[in-house]
């Protein structure tokens, strides 16, 4: 199973956005809408916590492993403006 590195600063923004650990490590671990930002250079996973949709950038490790940096409420509108402006790849 791919390992999961929690950052400080990604502890702290979920507890201050009120989302829940175990809902972000499963989109985390098993989202499958995925897409290359490439105006940042990282990986960003997009999925469901509870009612709101919500954006996870992370890297990806020598070894392997995901480190996601922060997460942010989004809307499907602003995603797929992202995908059609060629800012968010596949």
Same mark, same amino acid.
């Given at each position: ?5 929690? /950052?400080?600063?990604?502890?702290? =923004?979920?507890?201050?956005? &009120?989302?829940?650990? /175990?809902?972000? &490590?499963?989109?985390? =671990?098993? +989202? ?6 490439? $105006?940042? +250079? ?6 469901? !916590?509870? $009612? /709101? ?7 990806? /490790? &020598?070894? +392997? ?6 997460? !942010?409420?989004?809307? #499907? %509108? %602003?995603?797929? !403006? #992202?995908?059609? $402006?060629? =800012?968010? =790849?596949?």
């Amino acid at each position: 199973m791919t390992e999961i590195v929690w /950052t400080d600063y990604l502890r702290y =923004r979920a507890k201050l956005r &009120e989302f829940d650990m /175990t809902a972000i &490590e499963d989109i985390v =671990r098993y +989202g499958n809408e995925r897409y290359f930002d490439t $105006s940042t +250079g990282r990986w960003v996973v997009v999925g469901k !916590h509870a $009612s /709101t949709l919500v954006m996870i950038p992370y890297d990806i /490790t &020598e070894d +392997g492993g995901i480190t996601p940096v922060t997460i !942010h409420a989004t809307t #499907r %509108q %602003q995603v797929n !403006h #992202r995908v059609k $402006s060629a =800012r968010f =790849r596949k």
